[in-house]
């Protein structure tokens, strides 16, 4: 007799809608195929979802309920590492949002939907059958194929035979049939940055010698590394200090312990660069690229070649800390003081924050590295949470770069108006056209005006999703929102009194580009980087690529190119409104200023030509500009610091955002005023209460926002708190509230 199928039972995190593991039946045969973070098909209410095997610790039929049996395995090979299941769960908990969420963006969109890999068809002669099997002379197709296949020595691809033998699908297909040819499938792998456009340019020597300040941090980080348990280091350096090969030789030895490697860059535009550098030192099957901006197919093949230990070296920005590497021994989070690193859609994770913990979980080191470190890492350095290396110099001694403040008041006085570009900038870019050296100029704002105004009735064109002015873009003559993208063609009169008088104020990178034209000699070549121009795959590579090369004098642009990127031809920066970030309603404008300015500073003279650098502002004596230019990182956190202090900002206390939306102003503002009242009225401990207001843009996208914020020491106890008030505070169904944690845009 045979014996009867044993059943088993297992639990299975459901990815569509339902956030607790469910149990779920098997039998013998699949259970054994099974693996903790395999990937299959359920019935989930009366949908059929995918779901992730949790656990196999419930083995005995539940009570109470009938179990339903998995439909299929979609992907046994786990699709998630242990480590990143209990991540799953701590940042639901931590960032207060489903553990789904969490799952979604741990797990591309290609490995949850089942994707293929890639293949080709291909076609080879079957000699053998050749003389066995007769073909009629009037198959003249056949013969045609047959004569080309057996001067063709390698298998051929089904479409390239087609075009050179001017043959049918159906001709080969028929061939196949009779034996005479074999088809066979090659697996087709996509790889990001494997192109043209790679710097070959940037070499990379082997035989460097390192500075003695790098030789003593290599040092350090080895003995962390050795030590084989969870350690957080902190890499501060000047810019152009050599942090990069600092890096590189921690890689050597995470390698050499047959470890694996993350690196974080803050920004997709960064990666490029730093991808091409590891492929020259390591070899290009170790390093893949991870990010949001790559193809299904090129994240399905990453995915691929991490899960299985092809590849041990993971590039990418924030979403690459999910990348499910085995053997985790070394995170380097690259320039960690980027705000980009702050996840501002559901989970609002904060990757260095994730990357920190991710060692803990894996006994790997964490390295963060930066010029110009949060005030978040220097408190976890002085309570002795971090340790940390510094390079004070630069690589072969060379100077930082001259700092010119430029007060754009007296050059008001001296042009009588208000000019975008000083003179003495004017001057210095002339004279790198004349002596052959590169520029830069940077302004973080896009567009060729800000405002399009009547000086008649003081009407300026407004968005009509969101509370800010439209910007006009003189390539296309529309008025552009960069909130929620809503467009339209720039007005000839004003709709509200008919005037036809109407000026453009303000300014963006399209303006100053055709401003910088019209003041240069004419054979000066000028390209813009910003997000409307470099939306063509690829161009923004070729741009630097072209830059690089010498191919081009000036880059204008936004924070794309105000970090992380190495141009030694570059002697001259210019910083255009650099006042920009302290006009925001945000306690840690003068912290991003300042970062800003000293990590603009340092993209002149980091080739063998000394750099200088203009800033232009309206506010000379501002603190963070006064530290930016003497690049005086102590002076200015020890200020900032005793403000952060007195005021019990972070990060001596965490900060969570609550913030409130609706498409009705009405309701949004009635609800957050209530719930204001009920924390009040039951003064829940260990939270201070700053709030409610109007969100600094008031609405986005059709959405009025309004907000308030809690500061408190323990974020747990915090949101266990308002957790109890939250389930009986009935909420409109029109009225939304979100939690950010830790949160870091406050707009």
Not at 164 to 175: E, G, K, N, R, Y
Not at 294 to 316: F, H, M, P, Q, Y
Request: aromatic letters at 8%; one cysteine or more; glycine letters at 4%.
């Amino acid at each position: 007799m045979k014996p009867r199928d044993q059943n088993s039972y297992i639990q299975v995190q459901p990815l569509g809608g339902f956030d607790q593991p469910l149990t779920y039946l098997t039998d013998q045969k699949t259970r054994s195929s099974l693996k903790l973070g395999s990937l299959v098909s359920i019935r989930l209410g009366k949908r059929k979802v995918s779901g992730i095997v949790w656990s196999f610790e419930n083995q005995n039929q539940p009570d109470k309920f009938k179990v339903r049996k998995i439909f299929s395995i979609i992907q046994s090979t786990p699709v998630i590492t242990s480590d990143l299941m209990h991540l799953a769960s701590w940042i639901s908990q931590y960032y207060a949002c489903s553990k789904e969420s969490c799952l979604e963006a741990m797990i591309p969109a290609p490995i949850r939907d089942g994707m293929q890999a890639k293949s080709r068809r291909l076609i080879s002669l079957e000699k053998s059958k050749v003389d066995q099997v007769p073909i009629s002379t009037r198959a003249t197709s056949q013969l045609k194929v047959i004569k080309f296949l057996s001067e063709h020595k390698k298998p051929i691809n089904v479409t390239e035979l087609i075009k050179l033998t001017s043959a049918s699908s159906a001709t080969i297909t028929s061939l196949v049939k009779k034996g005479i040819v074999v088809e066979s499938k090659e697996i087709v792998e996509r790889t990001a940055y494997d192109d043209e456009f790679l710097d070959s340019t940037a070499k990379v020597d082997h035989s460097i010698e390192l500075t003695n300040e790098q030789i003593r941090a290599v040092n350090e980080i080895n003995e962390n590394l050795n030590e084989m348990t969870f350690k957080t280091r902190l890499l501060q350096g000047v810019t152009g200090s050599g942090k990069t090969e600092v890096y590189f030789e921690a890689m050597e030895n995470a390698l050499k312990q047959g470890g694996s490697i993350l690196f974080l860059v803050p920004e997709v535009t960064l990666a490029p660069q730093t991808v091409s550098r590891l492929r020259m030192r390591f070899g290009s099957e170790k390093v893949v690229v991870w990010h949001s901006h790559l193809s299904a197919g090129e994240r399905l093949d990453a995915w691929k070649n991490v899960i299985t230990a092809k590849s041990r070296i993971v590039v990418g920005a924030r979403s690459a800390i999910f990348a499910p590497l085995p053997k985790l021994r070394l995170i380097i989070v690259d320039e960690e003081h980027e705000t980009a690193y702050k996840q501002e859609d559901t989970p609002r994770y904060h990757a260095r924050d994730i990357a920190v913990l991710r060692a803990k979980n894996t006994n790997a080191l964490c390295l963060l590295g930066s010029a110009t470190p949060s005030l978040e890492s220097i408190n976890n350095v002085n309570r002795g949470k971090y340790s940390i290396s510094q390079l004070s110099k630069r690589v072969d001694n060379r100077e930082l770069p001259l700092i010119h403040l430029i007060d754009m008041r007296r050059e008001a006085e001296k042009q009588r108006t208000l000019p975008i570009l000083s003179q003495p900038l004017v001057e210095a870019l002339r004279e790198r056209c004349v002596n052959n050296e590169q520029s830069i100029l940077f302004l973080n704002r896009r567009g060729f005006n800000t405002t399009m105004l009547c000086p008649d009735c003081g009407h300026v064109e407004r968005c009509k999703n969101c509370s800010i002015a439209l910007t006009y873009h003189r390539t296309d003559g529309y008025l552009k929102c960069h909130l929620c993208g809503f467009r339209k063609p720039a007005p000839r009169q004003c709709k509200e009194c008919k005037s036809f008088d109407l000026h453009r104020r303000g300014h963006g990178t399209q303006r100053i580009e055709d401003l910088v034209a019209e003041l240069l000699p004419k054979n000066t070549i000028i390209r813009r980087v910003d997000a409307d121009i470099m939306s063509k795959k690829n161009l923004f590579r070729e741009t630097l690529s072209d830059f690089r090369r010498g191919k081009i004098d000036i880059l204008v642009g936004t924070q794309m190119i105000a970090k992380g990127l190495d141009f030694p031809k570059v002697t001259l920066v210019g910083v255009i409104d650099a006042d920009l970030p302290l006009r925001m309603e945000d306690f840690r404008a003068s912290e991003r200023a300042f970062q800003m300015l000293v990590q603009v500073s340092g993209r002149a003279g980091r080739g063998n030509r000394a750099g200088e650098v203009y800033i232009q502002t309206y506010a000379p004596h501002s603190p963070s500009i006064q530290y930016a230019r003497k690049a005086d990182l102590k002076g200015f956190v020890e200020e900032e610091m005793e403000m952060r202090r007195e005021f019990n900002y972070p990060p001596y206390r965490h900060l969570i955002r609550h913030l409130f939306r609706s498409r009705s102003e009405a309701k949004v503002e009635f609800y957050t005023n209530k719930w204001s009242n009920l924390i009040n009225e039951n003064k829940v401990d260990n939270i201070t209460i700053k709030g409610p207001a109007p969100a600094p843009i008031e609405k986005i996208k059709g959405y009025y926002r309004y907000h308030l914020f809690y500061f408190t020491d323990s974020v747990k106890k915090a949101l266990l708190e308002l957790g109890k008030l939250r389930q009986n505070f009935p909420l409109d169904p029109e009225v939304h509230d979100i939690l950010d944690v830790d949160a870091h845009q406050i707009s």
